[in-house]
């Protein structure tokens, strides 16, 4: 696939200088910046090890210290 972009003078030198600083040529820069951009847009979602974690049992659970809330609906001054 060939793809022709417009760049502005400003970002086409920043574009430069990074090529030169990264010794990579153009469409390698643009082949993985539309990578990243595309895995970024993939929903993210835990992997299957967070269900097999198990709770340390020398700390109480969270829940616990729920008990000391108050209720949502309490005026918090009166």
Do not use: C, V
């Amino acid at each position: 696939m060939n793809i022709s972009i417009y760049l502005p003078d400003s970002l086409e030198k920043r574009l430069q200088e990074y090529l030169e600083k990264k010794g990579i040529n153009r469409n390698m820069a643009i082949r993985q910046a539309l990578e990243t951009m595309l895995e970024q847009e993939q929903p993210r979602k835990w992997g299957n090890w967070i269900n097999e974690l198990e709770s340390d049992p020398a700390f109480e659970p969270f829940e616990s210290y729920r008990s000391d809330l108050k209720d949502p609906d309490t005026n918090p001054f009166g």
